[in-house]
């Protein structure tokens, strides 16, 4: 099992910057992938970004690139993403989730964990 805990949600204004930290704990493994999600009120879950821990590879939704960077801490377990020039449209729940390596990393049907999820809210 692996335990997945999210922190550094909050409130901003349009064009401010956030960080979000998730830190996995438990059965780690070697090739293994972490996510990020958002849901927003009324909206589907969607896949912003993840990172495959044992190369560094990363893959970013479109709607974020140049704005968000997910990157990881292999000592700590822990990824981070990194949200700058926020919109109101970012305005959501963002889960952490993880799973074994493999294709079509942003795909919420793929990760076998998820975190609480923590809450962003960017004002206008």
């Known amino acids: 099992q692996v335990q997945l805990v999210e922190s550094g949600g909050g409130s901003v204004q349009t064009g401010g910057s956030l960080r979000l930290s998730c830190r996995a704990s438990?059965?780690?493994?070697?090739?293994?992938?972490m996510a990020w999600f958002r849901q927003a009120q009324g909206k589907e879950r969607e896949g912003v970004a993840c990172?495959?821990?044992?190369?560094?590879?990363?893959v970013i939704t479109e709607s974020v690139k140049g704005r968000f960077t997910i990157s990881q801490d292999n000592a700590e377990n822990t990824v981070y993403l990194e949200m700058n020039s926020l919109k109101p449209e970012d305005t959501a729940i963002y889960y952490c989730?993880?799973?074994?390596?493999?294709?079509?990393?942003?795909?919420?049907?793929?990760?076998?964990?998820w975190g609480q999820g923590t809450q962003v809210t960017v004002s206008s």
């Open positions: 989730a993880a799973g074994p390596g493999g294709l079509d990393c942003l795909n919420p049907r793929r990760q076998n964990y």
């Open positions: 990172i495959y821990t044992g190369g560094g590879r990363t």
């Open positions: 438990g059965y780690i493994y070697s090739n293994f992938r």
